[in-house]
């Protein structure tokens, strides 16, 4: 399978819907297939790294909803981020909703900061990203650089592109509603569900991306106004086309390698 044309084939013939045991099953067999890993055990939640042993390690957060996917369906990221970086890329598999809801994935991703020693690099995509700024902002000094791939970061309403039909991968209704599922009836109001909200000012530099067609997109550039006005370093990269975790197929999509790369050399302190 290659190019986007493909791509696209490729997630139309697998929807993601159902019940959230049905969604699993459908993203599993939707994403890409990739190395296993290591299993780990840290503060007592189960990870898997990918790459080395050793080296500052990246702790990058799965997206899913906080319903669905792992570190299995994000391993040919990993892998690809690990093998660019040359440092251990670690992904925590964290309690998903409805079975153990809001604060249960926070939770676990912070006690995995909290065994991991040093300084870490952060990052995650979708419901992953917004798990990766708020851990960041519950362990401030902890985290040297930031990455999101398309963060889910506002629910107040002020986002432009959530009504757009235009993303294959995520529409505005589906995305409520695996939120509601992990938030549940305050979804709304909960301070967690908009990290757009909160004092920004303390985060280190920050590297993020989005693609023109998907729904989260301003939940991205309101992000990105945001960390300008708190004075965060941020260096951004706006794809055309594309759709939700694009990031997910390296092998398929050129666009995707390069995101990845960039997220690597952000990492490693590189600029641009």
Known sequence: MRGW????AHISAHPVAGTPAQMRVAFAALAPNGPVGECVMLGGVPCVRFGPQTGVPILWMHGGGLVFGSPATHAAMAQMMADYAGRPVILPQYRLAPE???PAPLDDILA???ALPGPIDLGGDSAG???ALLAALRRPGRVRRLAWVSPNTDRTGQSTTRARDTDIMNDDAQDRNLAQ?????HLFIHPDASPLLADLSALPPVWVTA???E???DDTLLLIAALGRAGVDATARIEPGLCHLWVLW???LTTAAGAIAGIADHFNGAKG
């Open 5 to 8: 044309a493909a791509l696209a």
């Open 100 to 102: 153990h809801p809001w």
């Open 112 to 114: 995995v900061i909290d």
């Open 129 to 131: 990203g917004q798990l």
């Open 181 to 185: 599922l992990s938030f549940g009836p």
């Open 211 to 213: 693609a023109t067609n």
């Open 215 to 217: 729904v989260l997109l």
């Open 250 to 252: 390296p092998d398929t």
